[in-house]
């Protein structure tokens, strides 16, 4: 007989990837092979080894609820789990090929763009801030990471020591990691004098041997870890709504926002592509182009 899930321990094969991938790539990679897995005991197939047949039809099914870059995520786990348990990569069939192109051509919609988070937002968003210890810390968050272009994983991973002052009263950051630097190689960035003042602010309220730069707070009291990148986009989110803009806006903000936002805007500053992409650290024209097509200037250089 075939052996079952029961008998392939898959979560633990998936324990060498610790360390190897970053911890939102292995929460997607648990999550994706779970519902692959209740799936197949749902509809009683065997799971392990697959069969070119059960991917595809798995594929097909989660197509009808979800985007095809979320089915092509579950496939690349399909993958990953056969491949860290010795068994033969089903997902290299053909048919499964063909069941994922179908998956596309019946969905094919494009991939929803976050709502930029331009300065003329900012200035919002800074403004409805709090004059509390909350309100310093997401004044500063939010200033710097239009600044700095970041991603909310980008931000939140930011160290005290990734910061140096500029004898004019700026910053350089050293953005360490992102999702296309796993390495850890990093970039630097600059900041306005305004982001400069307001984490000098920050920091002079946050006890100084707390090692994350941007922290939790709990009854006044900094806590000595790092944000969660859901907690940044909650703070955009709560800043857009209590900005007074219309639901169906605010609800448009995310995590992404701030480097969707500084992107059109450097765009909007008559800045070419290449520049943009090497202040954020793009390596992809094409996801760079998504985030501007939206910017009233179209001139590209």
Not at 280 to 293: A, D
């Amino acid at each position: 007989m075939v052996a079952s899930i029961s008998t392939l321990d898959w979560p633990s094969a998936f324990e060498r990837l610790e360390g190897a991938y970053a911890p939102s790539t292995m929460r997607s990679y648990y999550a994706d092979v779970e519902a692959y897995e209740a799936w197949c005991i749902q509809t009683g197939h065997v799971a392990f080894p697959a069969h070119p047949a059960t991917v595809s039809a798995f594929i097909e099914e989660q197509g009808k609820s979800l985007a095809p870059s979320t089915v092509q995520r579950r496939l690349y786990g399909i993958r990953k789990a056969h491949r860290l348990l010795g068994l033969d990569d089903p997902t290299r069939h053909e048919d499964v090929n063909l069941a994922m192109r179908r998956v596309r051509r019946t969905k094919t919609s494009r991939p929803r763009q976050a709502k930029g988070m331009t300065r003329s937002y900012l200035e919002k968003f800074l403004s409805v801030q709090p004059d509390t210890p909350w309100g310093k810390r997401n004044r500063a968050m939010l200033s710097l990471g239009y600044d700095v272009l970041a991603r909310r994983s980008e931000l939140v991973a930011l160290r005290t020591d990734d910061l140096i002052w500029q004898s004019d009263g700026t910053l350089s950051v050293l953005v360490r990691r992102s999702k296309t630097d796993q390495f850890g190689k990093g970039r630097v960035a600059f900041t306005s004098l305004r982001s400069a003042k307001l984490v000098d602010a920050w920091l002079a309220w946050r006890p100084q041997e707390i090692g994350p730069l941007f922290c939790p707070i709990y009854q006044n009291v900094a806590i000595d870890r790092g944000l969660s990148d859901t907690t940044v986009k909650d703070i955009i989110k709560h800043s857009a709504r209590a900005a007074g803009l219309e639901p169906s806006i605010a609800a448009a903000f995310s995590g992404h926002s701030m480097r969707v936002g500084a992107a059109q805007d450097l765009l909007e500053a008559g800045h070419s592509t290449s520049a943009i992409m090497r202040a954020g650290g793009w390596k992809s024209v094409e996801v760079l182009s998504r985030y501007l097509e939206i910017s009233s200037h179209n001139v590209w250089t």
